[in-house]
């Protein structure tokens, strides 16, 4: 039964000629399938209309075969042909009365055209500006070409229709689509009609919308994406600028989408940004236009929704992470089930795929991306196959997912933790500075599961081989996580590296126990992910003299993959750390370092009263050849299967430990694959010779 608090939120809503059925609104967002995978992502939009969102929209669009960004994977409108993938993702979006959107993006000087090989086009001739820095300049658009660009937008819009979706969103947010290029006064330096004054620079988006609307718009409803404040300087589209846009052209969309100026802006981590953290600068903006406007803050909480609507901040709940940890959300707050909501962590991982050209994961919901690949459902599992219970040993995020999908299969499960709290690393990772919104893997899980009567859980229980042959569990799931290496080994070492006799030698798990060297301290990150950079703050919040020492050439390296990676140089430089890229670590001897230079070897020393290795991690699967070995007498103790998973297999992000607990949880007692695919994929259909 719904909390009459949340009424306000389910109230339909008019956009332009359409009507949304509630506010519960998934703004555009990216997976890693693109036009590689369309009935993945199809599918996946299709969950979301079962959840309850009142619109769904699909990722960036390229419209016009001039302006793309390879290598990366979005959707593609550039011809007919492309029409009946894009069928088949509105199709699912309106299977449960959602509104379908559609997100045309010319790219400009964020296109590289690498695979089309045409030459770029932009407000003005400007480097192109990507994340991997290529090597190539767009051109000056004519006012020639200005016109084909309109025509091209409403050819694309005309196609859209054809493909039945109801709305389009017109891409000019994050630095990414062309109409923020027009309006940026850091992009656009033109000296026509086009350039100049905010007038002019707004005649482009102007012309746009016109022509669309003449041609599409007693159907369809036109939504404008715009940046809150690019954040760039002087020159850069202001949040003082836009709200005299906004101002100046109050009827201009159907719906005013309000973002923050850069990707990583916006999306930023939960390490740096809160729930609601674009508040301050959309707030106000309500005021200046008829027109509803839908704006964006991991939102996961229904009272700050209402907050947002109730204030006049919102009309809409926009949502993209939130969206997809939990795609039932606004089910989930229309049946009264605030509780069953699985929260967003805000880690980014779901953004990695994009980053990588590969499929998203996320770190709450497993069966992202999955939905059609494999069948997965986010809240509906396979039946239960033919034995009856399971003992799971771990309570790490693997076997914390691997218990709560087994249990709703049907199975009797145990589990067993070696420590005094359920929740692995995730309970101790949480901890770290900036990381608390990360416990809501072990939060969401420890809730569900003490509801059921089919699930014990079994604190300080350090189990055996024999504790587990005279238990009597037919399947036994081995998720016993995986402890930080001592001995440097990682990718500079694939041996253990020097260490003197009598060096202060600690692991990311010294300091999470609590054990924190403090003087002249040396973090060497051969990791390259969060943890290196989350306990250089960590130590120097507690006084240390921090140096981090890392072979790449940036800290942290792969969190360039989930937008944070600038903010947490920024953050380290800001407290005080020494950040030394490009160098490994060679020596370690009882006062001091030796690192040499990835690129020429030469050596130098550090002092260091201490040093913390932020290496790889070693899989704590003893139990699990310890059991193998008596696997003759298996049958006798009534034990079907042993199964090694998660970071005691191979250590990973917590999304992969989550997903690796899900699988094993679907594939029990399923029939062996043998040689075939555990998914379904598709493949380019050949054109004629």
Same mark, same amino acid.
Request: aromatic share 8%; hydrophobic share 35%.
């Given at each position: 039964m719904?909390?009459?608090r949340?009424?306000?939120?389910?109230?339909p809503?008019k956009i332009g000629p359409v009507t &949304?059925?509630?506010?519960?609104?998934?703004?555009p967002?990216?997976?890693g399938g693109?036009?590689?995978d *369309?009935?993945?992502?199809?599918?996946?939009?299709?969950?979301k209309a079962e959840g309850g969102w009142?619109?769904?929209f699909?990722?960036q669009?390229?419209m016009?075969?001039t302006?793309?960004?390879?290598?990366?994977i979005?959707?593609?409108?550039w011809?007919?042909?492309?029409?009946p993938q894009l069928?088949?993702?509105?199709?699912k979006?309106?299977t449960?009365?959602?509104?379908a959107g559609i997100?045309?993006a010319?790219?400009?000087?964020?296109?590289p055209n690498?695979?089309t090989?045409?030459?770029?086009? &932009?407000?003005?001739?400007?480097?192109?500006?990507?994340?991997?820095?290529?090597?190539?300049q767009a051109?000056a658009l004519?006012?020639d070409?200005?016109r084909?660009?309109?025509?091209?937008?409403v050819?694309?819009?005309?196609?859209?229709?054809i493909?039945g979706?109801?709305l389009i969103?017109l891409?000019?947010?994050?630095?990414f689509g062309?109409?923020?290029?027009?309006?940026?006064?850091a @992009?656009n330096?033109?000296t026509?009609e086009?350039g100049?004054?905010?007038e002019?620079?707004?005649?482009f988006?102007?012309?746009?919308?016109?022509?669309?609307r003449?041609?599409?718009?007693d159907?369809?409803?036109?939504?404008?994406?715009v940046?809150?404040?690019?954040?760039?300087g002087?020159?850069?589209?202001s949040?003082?600028e836009v709200?005299?846009?906004?101002?100046m052209?109050r009827d201009?969309?159907?719906?005013?989408d309000?973002?923050?100026?850069?990707?990583?802006?916006c999306?930023? *981590?939960?390490?740096?940004?809160?729930?609601?953290?674009?508040?301050?600068?959309?707030?106000?903006?309500?005021e200046?236009?008829?027109?509803?406007v839908v704006g964006?803050?991991?939102?996961?909480?229904?009272?700050v929704m209402?907050?947002?609507i109730?204030s006049?901040t919102?009309d809409?709940?926009?949502?993209?992470?939130?969206?997809?940890?939990?795609?039932?959300?606004?089910?989930?707050?229309?049946?009264?089930?605030?509780?069953d909501i699985?929260?967003?962590?805000g880690?980014?991982i779901c953004?990695t795929g994009?980053?990588t050209?590969?499929?998203?994961r996320?770190?709450?919901?497993p069966?992202f991306?999955?939905?059609w690949r494999?069948?997965?459902?986010p809240?509906n599992?396979? *039946?239960?196959?033919a034995?009856?219970n399971?003992l799971v040993?771990?309570?790490?995020?693997?076997?914390?997912?691997?218990?709560?999908?087994l249990c709703?299969?049907g199975?009797?499960?145990?589990?067993a933790?070696a420590?005094k709290?359920?929740?692995?690393?995730?309970a101790?990772?949480?901890?770290l500075?900036g990381?608390?919104?990360?416990?809501r893997v072990k939060?969401?899980r420890e809730y569900?599961l003490?509801r059921?009567?089919?699930?014990?859980?079994y604190?300080?229980?350090?189990l055996?081989?024999d504790d587990i042959m005279?238990?009597?569990f037919q399947n036994?799931?081995?998720a016993?996580?995986?402890t930080w290496r001592?001995d440097g080994v990682s990718?500079?070492h694939?041996?253990?590296m020097?260490?003197?006799?009598?060096?202060?030698i600690?692991t990311p798990?010294?300091?999470m126990?609590?054990?924190l060297?403090?003087?002249?301290v040396?973090?060497f990150?051969?990791d390259?992910?969060?943890?290196?950079?989350v306990?250089?703050?960590?130590l120097?919040?507690q006084?240390?003299d921090v140096t981090l020492?890392?072979?790449?050439?940036?800290?942290s390296d792969? @969190?360039?993959n989930?937008?944070?990676?600038?903010?947490?140089h920024?953050r380290?430089d800001a407290l005080?750390?020494?950040?030394?890229l490009n160098?490994?670590?060679?020596?370690i001897?009882?006062?001091h370092?030796i690192?040499n230079?990835?690129?020429t070897g030469?050596?130098c020393?550090?002092?260091?009263? &201490?040093?913390?290795?932020v290496?790889?991690?070693r899989?704590?699967d003893?139990l699990?050849h310890?059991?193998?070995?008596?696997?003759?007498?298996?049958?006798d103790?009534?034990i079907r299967s042993?199964?090694?998973?998660?970071d005691?297999?191979?250590a990973g992000?917590i999304?992969?430990?989550?997903?690796?607990?899900?699988?094993? &949880?679907?594939?029990?007692d399923?029939?062996?694959?043998?040689?075939?695919? *555990?998914?379904?994929?598709?493949i380019?259909?050949?054109?004629?010779?």
């Amino acid at each position: 039964m719904r909390d009459a608090r949340y009424d306000i939120l389910f109230e339909p809503m008019k956009i332009g000629p359409v009507t &949304a059925k509630n506010r519960f609104y998934q703004v555009p967002h990216c997976n890693g399938g693109g036009y590689r995978d *369309p009935s993945a992502a199809a599918e996946m939009r299709g969950v979301k209309a079962e959840g309850g969102w009142g619109v769904i929209f699909t990722e960036q669009c390229e419209m016009h075969h001039t302006s793309e960004i390879t290598p990366f994977i979005e959707l593609r409108l550039w011809e007919d042909k492309d029409i009946p993938q894009l069928r088949r993702m509105s199709e699912k979006m309106k299977t449960h009365g959602a509104l379908a959107g559609i997100q045309l993006a010319y790219s400009g000087i964020n296109g590289p055209n690498l695979y089309t090989k045409e030459v770029p086009r &932009a407000p003005s001739a400007l480097p192109i500006r990507t994340f991997t820095n290529d090597p190539v300049q767009a051109r000056a658009l004519s006012k020639d070409e200005i016109r084909d660009l309109r025509r091209w937008f409403v050819n694309a819009a005309k196609r859209s229709k054809i493909a039945g979706f109801d709305l389009i969103c017109l891409y000019g947010a994050h630095g990414f689509g062309i109409f923020q290029h027009f309006l940026s006064r850091a @992009t656009n330096q033109r000296t026509d009609e086009y350039g100049g004054s905010l007038e002019n620079r707004a005649r482009f988006v102007n012309e746009v919308i016109a022509d669309m609307r003449d041609a599409v718009g007693d159907t369809m409803g036109i939504t404008l994406r715009v940046s809150l404040d690019e954040t760039i300087g002087e020159l850069g589209f202001s949040n003082a600028e836009v709200r005299e846009f906004v101002d100046m052209n109050r009827d201009l969309p159907d719906l005013w989408d309000m973002a923050h100026g850069s990707w990583e802006d916006c999306s930023g *981590p939960s390490r740096f940004k809160e729930e609601g953290a674009q508040q301050e600068l959309v707030r106000g903006i309500r005021e200046l236009t008829g027109k509803p406007v839908v704006g964006v803050g991991r939102f996961t909480s229904p009272d700050v929704m209402v907050k947002m609507i109730k204030s006049g901040t919102l009309d809409f709940i926009g949502c993209a992470r939130p969206s997809i940890a939990d795609p039932f959300l606004p089910k989930k707050v229309e049946e009264g089930r605030i509780d069953d909501i699985r929260e967003c962590i805000g880690c980014n991982i779901c953004i990695t795929g994009d980053m990588t050209m590969s499929i998203s994961r996320c770190t709450q919901n497993p069966t992202f991306m999955e939905e059609w690949r494999k069948g997965w459902h986010p809240e509906n599992m396979n *039946p239960k196959g033919a034995s009856d219970n399971v003992l799971v040993v771990g309570s790490g995020p693997a076997g914390l997912e691997a218990a709560w999908a087994l249990c709703r299969r049907g199975y009797d499960v145990a589990i067993a933790e070696a420590r005094k709290e359920i929740g692995g690393r995730v309970a101790r990772e949480s901890k770290l500075p900036g990381l608390s919104a990360w416990g809501r893997v072990k939060d969401y899980r420890e809730y569900q599961l003490q509801r059921r009567p089919d699930v014990e859980i079994y604190l300080d229980s350090q189990l055996s081989a024999d504790d587990i042959m005279e238990f009597g569990f037919q399947n036994i799931a081995i998720a016993t996580g995986a402890t930080w290496r001592r001995d440097g080994v990682s990718r500079q070492h694939v041996v253990p590296m020097k260490i003197a006799e009598g060096a202060s030698i600690y692991t990311p798990d010294d300091l999470m126990d609590g054990t924190l060297p403090g003087g002249k301290v040396v973090i060497f990150d051969d990791d390259h992910y969060y943890m290196g950079g989350v306990l250089a703050e960590l130590l120097v919040k507690q006084g240390a003299d921090v140096t981090l020492i890392t072979p790449s050439a940036y800290v942290s390296d792969w @969190t360039n993959n989930t937008l944070e990676q600038s903010t947490i140089h920024a953050r380290l430089d800001a407290l005080g750390v020494k950040i030394v890229l490009n160098r490994g670590v060679t020596e370690i001897a009882a006062d001091h370092i030796i690192s040499n230079c990835v690129y020429t070897g030469k050596t130098c020393e550090y002092p260091a009263d &201490a040093v913390v290795i932020v290496a790889s991690r070693r899989g704590n699967d003893d139990l699990y050849h310890e059991l193998l070995a008596r696997q003759d007498d298996w049958a006798d103790a009534g034990i079907r299967s042993v199964k090694l998973f998660g970071d005691a297999e191979a250590a990973g992000p917590i999304a992969w430990a989550t997903y690796a607990g899900h699988r094993y &949880a679907r594939e029990l007692d399923s029939e062996p694959l043998s040689d075939a695919l *555990p998914f379904r994929r598709e493949i380019t259909e050949l054109a004629p010779e």
